[in-house]
């Protein structure tokens, strides 16, 4: 069946929006009576059946829920500066939407070379990817914030900065990471976070950390973070 992204269902019959319909009656050339899957991201899965196919305002009826209890046991926050070129960004996005991130957060700092985002065009790769996988999660997705900001928020869970200078203090993620702790990591930009935010960091309760043996671009940086965190837990 074809997925539809649906946040706010409060009844068994409701109407698509716009975008959806258009791509299930003009695109996939859906008709009345075929099934199709509904997610709102926020833990169920409807299997519904098409009432009404007009092209801008498709109807659907709900014939049967499956609901995910909760998220998984533990919350995955990833702390990314956005790439000057925006498709590695998104690129990063759509995998960690497929991975199972609980939340993005784009940050700025001081080797940034992408100072602003439109959130809206990221927030529609999350959607795709998060249909796509079928997941009953879809990830939070937060304005871009300094790092100043970033490093006072108020986590409860382990935190880390991952970086690339050599230290005596950092330690590879998978050495420190015990499963099913909460976790922010980190991730800084094209050109690395400067050594006064790594000690700024580790002053707000940071731990130092590398991802991998070699040195990754920074989406892939993000990428790899994730799927340690998601391996570790499986």
């Not at 008709?31 to 509904?38: Q, T, Y």
């Not at 914030?145 to 108020?154: A, G, M, P, V, Y």
């Amino acid at each position: 069946m074809h997925t539809f992204y649906t946040p706010d269902i409060k009844s068994n019959f409701l109407t698509l929006s716009e975008s959806e319909s258009k791509h299930c009656i003009k695109v996939l050339r859906l008709n009345i009576g075929d099934k199709v899957l509904l997610i709102d991201g926020k833990g169920k899965q409807y299997t519904a059946e098409i009432t009404d196919n007009h092209p801008k305002k498709c109807s659907v009826k709900i014939i049967n829920v499956q609901q995910k209890k909760s998220r998984k046991n533990f919350k995955l926050h990833i702390a990314i500066a956005p790439t000057k070129n925006i498709s590695r960004f998104e690129f990063f996005s759509e995998k960690a939407a497929e991975i199972g991130t609980d939340a993005i957060i784009p940050f700025t700092s001081r080797y940034s070379e992408r100072k602003t985002l439109k959130t809206e065009r990221i927030e529609k790769v999350i959607i795709s990817a998060t249909k796509q996988s079928k997941a009953f999660f879809k990830p939070d997705l937060y304005e871009i914030i300094s790092f100043d900001e970033l490093i006072k928020t108020n986590f409860n869970g382990e935190k880390y900065i991952a970086h690339c200078y050599n230290s005596d203090t950092k330690r590879h993620i998978k050495e420190i990471y015990k499963k099913g702790k909460d976790v922010l990591i980190l991730i800084g930009p094209e050109g690395d976070f400067s050594k006064n935010e790594i000690q700024q960091a580790l002053l707000q309760g940071f731990k130092e950390i590398s991802v991998s043996e070699s040195r990754l671009r920074t989406e892939t940086a993000g990428i790899v973070a994730c799927q340690i965190i998601d391996f570790i837990n499986s």
